[in-house]
Each structure stands twice: as C-alpha cells, then as structure tokens.
C-alpha cells in the first residue's frame, strides 16, 4: 500500500464524512415532519373549526365558563347579552358584546415568548354596563388588565381550534421540546457517525504501519544477513591470502637453501 493509496482512502473518508453530516442535518427532522404531517389529518379532521366569529364567540362562552373567577355566565333572550357574575373583581350585572375581532394586528399585553406576533389573535370588546363606574380600569387596574386577557383566544391553524392562553403556552413549550429533542438527536447523530468511519479508517492507518514496519525490519534483517554473509566471505579470502603467502614465504625459503 503506497502513499497515492493513502491519499484516496483519506479523500473517500473525508466525502463520507461530509456526506453523513449532510444527510444528518436533515433526514432526522424531515421524518419527524413527515410524521407529523402524516397524523395531522387524521387528528384535525373531526375537530378542526374555521377561525370566524361565530366559532370564536362559541369558544369564548366555553373558556370563561371554565375560568375559576367566574361564578355566572348566561345567555339572555337579547342577542350579545349575558348574565355575568365573576370574583376577579366585585361585579353581578349584565355583561354585553359590543364587537368580536380577528386579527394577526392585536396586540396582546404580556407573554412576549410564546411568538404571538403573527399569530391569528380575536377579541371580544365588552362592556358592564350595571359597574357603577364606567371607568373600571380606574377602579379595578391590575383586574382589568387580567379582565382584557381573558377575552383573547388564538387560533392554531394545525389543530384547527381556538385556544386560551394557557393552552397556547403549552403547544409552545411542547414545539420546543421537540425542536431541543430533534436538534440533540441530530446533534449527536452528527457527533458521533464520523468515528464509524474513523475508527476503521485509523484501524486501516495502525494496519499499514505496522506493515510498513514489518517489511522494513524484514529488509533490515536481509541486509544485515547478507552482511554478515559477506563479511564470511571476506574472512575466508583473507584466510586463503595468508595461507598463500605463508606458502611463497615457505618456497622462497627453499630457493634460497637450494642455491
């Protein structure tokens, strides 16, 4: 395995990588949506309601019957008037529905994190007519501030209902919690899927070292072997050289007792 190997491997880990994260920024919460929207009609369907002032006045008359402040709250044969009885502040008297008003343009007081802005908002405008003095809000501030959320609804296009304020904050918190959930999962996904191509990749990497320093030891132990070899070799030259000369010196010995 040679450096060009190399350098593909780590180009193709790399596109893979890129790729995962790719994938994972948006498969995990394009499931969820399609979850969702799958189920969607199947939850909407028998309940889901048109936002216009008939089915807001209808849902108005249930919510402040369901407020704990309210002690009475009746219709009368005269159309927009009510017998209306409540703790939040000392009233029994008739209550009347000047107008019903729907509208992304309200501006609702209080709750500023709960993306209200362009939420489809409605109204109803009252007015007590038995209060002694019409000016509430000088008598009774703070209940009057309370009085005019209470007769806000929000209308949720999904689900197809109109919603108090408490209900509104709870569809809220439970879109963010599964935002927070689909972003942890992603976030994870995105964490850790890289090592499932990194660990084999630096397995891969430790694999051909190890390699590379097995044939680099192998070739040392050859060349040291030829070595050694070669240095036999020399000895026994240099052995045959003495024995060699031991023999001129021997026959020039000869020579010269023989003249």
């Not at 350098?7 to 969702?36: P, V």
């Not at 939040?88 to 994190?113: A, H, M």
């Not at 109204?123 to 005019?148: A, C, F, G, H, R």
């Not at 021997?250 to 020579?255: F, G, I, N, S, Y």
């Amino acid at each position: 395995m040679n450096n060009t190997t190399i350098s593909k491997l780590f180009i193709l880990f790399i596109t893979c990588i890129a790729l995962c994260t790719m994938m994972n920024s948006g498969a995990f919460a394009q499931d969820k949506n399609t979850e969702t929207a799958a189920e969607l009609p199947q939850k909407t369907e028998e309940t889901k309601i048109l936002p216009t002032k008939e089915t807001f006045l209808a849902a108005w008359e249930v919510h402040q019957r369901n407020l704990p402040t309210t002690v009475t709250l009746e219709k009368t044969n005269e159309p927009g008037i009510y017998n209306y009885e409540t703790t939040l502040f000392p009233y029994k008297g008739k209550l009347k529905i000047n107008n019903i008003l729907i509208s992304k343009d309200i501006y609702y007081y209080g709750d500023y994190d709960l993306n209200l802005e362009d939420a489809l908002k409605g109204v109803v405008e009252t007015e007590l007519p038995d209060l002694q003095d019409k000016k509430m809000y000088d008598l009774y501030p703070y209940s009057n501030n309370i009085w005019k959320n209470q007769n806000f609804l929000f209308y949720n296009g999904c689900a197809g209902k109109w919603l108090n304020i408490e209900q509104w904050r709870e569809i809220q918190k439970s879109n963010t919690r599964a935002s927070q959930e689909t972003l942890t999962q992603n976030q994870l996904i995105a964490d850790f899927l890289p090592l499932v191509f990194l660990i084999p990749f630096l397995l891969l990497l430790l694999w051909w070292a190890k390699r590379q320093q097995k044939a680099q030891m192998t070739k040392f132990d050859l060349s040291l072997e030829r070595q050694e070899k070669s240095m036999a070799l020399q000895k026994e030259s240099m052995a045959s050289q003495k024995e060699s000369l031991e023999l001129q010196k021997e026959l020039v010995e000869l020579l010269r007792r023989n003249k």
